[in-house]
């Protein structure tokens, strides 16, 4: 059984040879659709003069961003709430790359089961990888500028001078950490359904609904929860 | 017998075997292996159930409903490495990219053996888990109203807990997917 992420096409590209994989195209479509719903959702309530006690969208709306931004501040401190958006926007993101795999997706190859699922862009170490190395400039760079340069640097010798390859290497330990874990969840639960689809018909009533439950809702959920807070506790905690 | 005598007495037939019956032989160990990292998550939860038990009974009207929830959402967590090992023996059983690999039959084979040994690994994330699940469904039991704190709390240091297991799972599937030993 193949559970790779396949090769769309490759782009020549200035002589480097590009290759557009299917978690690139699954991670497009969903980015489209993040973007299609906040038009559409801007354009709706444009239309209209905003209330002082929302109802209907507006409230639907409000209600979301409220509670991302209230996620954020509970976590980072209420002098950080500068960071929800962002936070809000990568968990949204994260959430949907993980829920994906119940979608109905496009076919890439001929050899898929019965029902072809979209492959989880998160299920590819590179977009979990890029999403904890944004993580990892952030603490960084949020680091250099709330302490200054000198303090940064001699956080990294504490609490005495020889632990410092420890420091380092520690440091540079989280964003691997923080993207196999979300990689590892939704790559397991991946392999998993790919393997169950392929049983014989008879066991495909029922069942799958179960594990798609905990495979890809609670686990997809959870994982996109702990990412967000594991990244917003090594900035906050940078910045202190 | 000297140690050289021993070393092909245990190794040297190897070199008679068809690499790919060496390969296929050392997976089915291996998926065996990986699965022993079930003892973790078994300790764990039952830990877990034992404290939420224990937190109902000290706090049956306010305490009871939170304690269980918490004590399930920590036992689902605790699972992962359980999931993880399962997700090593399935690729190792169904869909073995060792088996069709160009290479040394040996270490072929012992690389479905390493996989599968990494994995156990996932006994300590198992246990520690399952610890916080139950502290964390003792905690909920006494203090009903601090439950959204409290999971907070012991998703984050259940997320920490279980770095050696995902570190253990990098290594298992780099041993299998990657051909770094030549």
């Known amino acids: ?240 | 017998m000297d140690v050289q005598g021993i070393i092909d007495f245990l190794i040297g037939w190897m070199e008679n075997v068809d690499p790919k019956a060496l390969v296929l032989a050392f997976s089915a160990i291996g998926a065996g292996i990986a699965m022993i990292a079930g003892i973790g998550p078994g300790i764990g939860q039952g830990f877990a159930a034992g404290k939420a038990a224990e937190a109902v009974s000290k706090n049956p009207e306010e305490g009871a409903r939170p304690a269980t929830i918490v004590m399930l959402l920590g036992s689902a967590v605790a699972e992962t490495s359980g999931i993880f090992s399962l997700v090593i023996a399935v690729i190792i059983l169904f869909a073995n990219p060792l088996v069709n690999k160009e290479g040394v039959g040996i270490v072929l084979a012992a690389s479905a053996l390493g996989a599968g040994l990494s994995m156990v690994a996932g006994i300590g994330p198992g246990i520690g888990q399952g610890y916080a699940a139950g502290k964390s469904a003792e905690a909920v039991g006494k203090r009903p109203k601090l439950q959204s704190m409290i999971v907070r709390t012991m998703l984050l240091g259940q997320a920490i807990a279980q770095t050696t297991g995902i570190y253990a799972l990098i290594v298992a599937l780099i041993l299998l997917f990657v051909n770094v030993l030549k």
């Open chain 1, 1 to 240: 059984m193949d559970f790779s992420n396949h090769v769309v096409t490759t782009v020549n590209l200035f002589g480097f040879e590009l290759w557009i994989t299917e978690s690139m195209v699954n991670s497009w479509i969903i980015m489209g659709i993040l973007v299609l719903a906040a038009v559409i959702i801007r354009i709706i309530l444009q239309r209209r003069t905003l209330q002082a006690v929302p109802t209907g969208l507006q409230n639907v709306v409000e209600t979301i961003v409220e509670m991302l931004d209230n996620f954020t501040v509970s976590t980072m401190g209420e002098k950080h709430r500068n960071f929800g958006p962002f936070y809000g926007g990568m968990f949204i993101y994260i959430l949907l790359c993980n829920l994906s795999g119940l979608l109905p997706g496009p076919k890439y190859v001929e050899s898929a089961g019965y029902i072809q699922f979209m492959r989880p862009p998160t299920a590819d170490v590179a977009v979990t990888l890029a999403l904890a190395l944004i993580t990892f400039f952030m603490t960084q760079g949020y680091g250099i500028k709330a302490k200054g340069v000198k303090n940064w640097a001699k956080g990294l010798t504490e609490p005495m001078w020889p632990l410092t390859p420890l420091n380092v290497i520690g440091e540079l330990a989280n964003p691997v950490s923080l993207s196999f874990r979300l990689f590892g969840n939704i790559l397991g639960g991946t392999i998993i359904m790919g393997l169950y689809y392929n049983l014989p018909w008879f066991a495909l009533v029922g069942i799958p609904a179960a594990l798609h439950i905990y495979f890809d809702i609670f686990a997809g959920v959870l994982q996109a929860f702990i990412f967000v807070m594991l990244s917003m506790t090594f900035v906050s905690s940078a910045m202190e």
